[in-house]
């Protein structure tokens, strides 16, 4: 019995969570009999922690799972935490039960074609907002990894060249952190629109967006949507899932 456990990182704001779970059900739905079961396991703030999942479907007889982490760029959640908790549960089932249980973890879904989509049509309305602007294409990054920030400037250099318009990459934990970049442009005079690279406008999202606007006292700086829960997120993961895609490189750890 094979299982597909998707694994997201929980928000605060109770709608966000529920908005997600019915994108969710799309994908669930779009991938048919691929897979037996199928789980939602949330790394924070739920109940379905991802270890009471893994145990929920090992009861029903899975004995095959794909996990789908629902996050955009691989850092610690995606290469240590869900690693983590499933091994945990899974070698514990298999000690007791005798069985062999095929554990296969799918990459993340941020350098997809589909949201590479996405974020064409968010660079072009940068320009249709304020003509001539610098998007700066703004992601979570991570500190622990080397390889996101690559990635990020990689989609930054991809949409730049379809766009014609001038794509800065920048990230809220990285080395080269936003607001330097930002507050650099403000002193400079430069046109400027943030694209927030984030699944939803969270709890997040809104404290960057705060604390960009301090940034900048004449006039706000304006921001586009996050990816918004585009319906391209249940197609970029449903082809992951079909593909049963894994990361093909070995990541660098720097902390």
Request: charged fraction near 20%.
């Amino acid at each position: 019995m094979k299982a597909v456990i998707y694994v997201v990182h929980g928000s605060q704001i109770a709608k966000k969570n529920q908005e997600l779970e019915q994108l969710l059900a799309v994908t669930t739905q779009g991938l048919g009999d691929f897979a037996d079961l199928y789980e939602i396991a949330y790394l924070e703030r739920q109940s379905d922690t991802i270890g009471r999942v893994v145990s929920r479907v090992l009861a029903h007889g899975a004995r095959e799972i794909l996990i789908a982490p629902v996050l955009l760029f691989p850092a610690l959640h995606a290469l240590v935490d869900i690693p983590k908790q499933v091994d945990e549960v899974v070698a514990a089932e298999e000690a007791i039960s005798d069985v062999d249980i095929k554990v296969t973890y799918l990459k993340t879904f941020g350098d997809e074609l589909f949201i590479r989509d996405i974020l064409v049509d968010r660079v072009r309305e940068t320009q249709a907002i304020l003509p001539g602007a610098q998007a700066i294409l703004l992601a979570h990054g991570t500190r622990h990894f080397a390889e996101p920030a690559q990635m990020l400037a990689n989609i930054a250099a991809e949409l730049q060249k379809k766009t014609g318009v001038t794509v800065i990459a920048v990230d809220y934990l990285g080395e080269k952190t936003y607001q330097e970049i930002i507050a650099t442009n403000v002193v400079s005079n430069i046109k400027q629109v943030v694209i927030p690279f984030f699944i939803y406008d969270g709890v997040l999202v809104s404290k960057i967006n705060n604390k960009v606007q301090t940034l900048r006292q004449d006039e706000p700086i304006i921001f586009t949507k996050t990816l918004a829960l585009d319906p391209r997120i249940s197609q970029a993961l449903a082809g992951i899932i079909k593909g049963e895609k894994t990361f093909d490189t070995t990541f660098s750890r720097l902390t």
